[in-house]
DNA sequence: TAACCTAGAGAACATGCGTTCTCTGCGCAG
DNA sequence: CTGCGCAGAGAACGCATGTTCTCTAGGTTA
C-alpha cells in the first residue's frame, strides 16, 4: 500500500510548483487542495503542516539538483570538463521558462530568519554542492582556493539569470569558469 | 516643516531594518507601529500602504548600496582597483554581524512573483550595478564579456556569504576577479 | 443483510493582519 | 473663558488562512 507515497509524491509536486513560482506565503492550502484534488484532511493525515510540506519540497528539490548536475557531468570525461558541464546545465534550467531563481534561495530570503529547519536545509543544500565542487577540483588537481571561486559563479548566475530573466549568467559563469580552472591548472 | 519627511525617514529606517531581518510578510503593521513609536493612523498618513512601505525601503537600500561602493571605490585610484574595491566593501558588509543577503533578491523571493514593482525595483538595482561594473570595466581597457563575469562574482558572494553565515565568499570572489581582471587585460 | 468502522470531503474555527473609524484631548480664535 | 477644529492613538472591522471537526458514504465482516 504506497498509494500514500503516491500521494504524497503529488502533493510535493504541486507544492514545488506553487511555491516556487509564487513564493511560499503566497500559496494557500487550500490551494493546495483544488491543485492537487487532495482534501485537505488527507493532506493534513501526509504532512504535520505546511511546513512540513515546503521541507519535503526541498528535499525533494535538493535530490532533482543533485542528480541533474550528476546526469550532465556524465556526459563528459574530466574533471575539468565536469566542472565545465555544471554551467551548461543552468544555462539549460534558466531557459527552461519558468525559471525563478534558486528555490532555496528564494526560501531562505523569505522565511530562514523565522524557520530554523529551512534555514538549515539551505546551508545543507549549499553545503553538499561545495563538496561536490571541491571533491571535482581536487580530482582536476587544482589548488583548493579554486572550488569556492567556482561555486560562487554558479551562484551569482542564479540570481542574474532570475532577476535579469536572461540565460545569459551562464554563458559569462562559463567563461569565467574556464579561465579560473586554466589559472588554477596552470600553475 | 519637513517633520513629515523626518517621521517617513526614521518609518524606512525601521522598516528596513525589521523586513531585512525577518522577511516582509513575517513583519505586521503593527510592529512597525511598537517599533518606530508612530501610530498606524501617522504610518497610514505617511505611506499609502504596507507595499509603499517596501518600495520606500527598497529606494533607500539601493542608494546606499550606491553610495557605499563608491565610497569605497574613492579609496583607491586605478579603475582595476576601484573593481576589486566592490569585494572589499562586501567583506565589511558581511562581517557587520546583521548580514542576511541582498535585500533586493530576498524581496524578489519573497514578493517578486505577486507584486510587479518588487520584481521592477531589484531587476533595475541589478541593471545600475551592471551598468557601473561595466564603465569600470571599460575604462580599465578590458573587453565587455569581463563587466557580467565581476557582476556574477559579487551575487554569488552575497548570497554564498548569506547562507554559509561566512565572510569568506567575499575573499574567494576578490581572488577570483584578480585573475579575471588580470586575464581580461593581458590579451 | 445488518451493524460497524474507516476514510474522506469540506464546512467551521480561531487567529492574525492590513486597513479604516471613532473618540479623545489639545491648541487656538474670538 | 469658551467653543471649534484637527491631529493622533488605538480600538474595531473584514477578510484571509492554517488547522480541526463533523457528518456522510462505502466497504467489510459476521
Redesign the pocket.
Known sequence: MDERRDAQEAAIDAADRLFYARGI???????L?SET??????L??LFD???AILLAVLDRRHDLWTSGIARAADAVSTPADKLLSIYDFLHDWFTDGNYRGCGFINAFGELGATVPAVALAAREQKESFQRYVADLAEQAGAPASLAPQLAILAEGAQTTAAISGSADAARSAREAAEILIDAALRR
Chains 1, 2 share one sequence.
Open positions: 506565503q503566497a500559496v494557500t492550502m487550500d490551494e487542495r484534488g487532495i482534501s485537505l484532511k488527507k493534513y493525515s503542516s505546511k511546513e
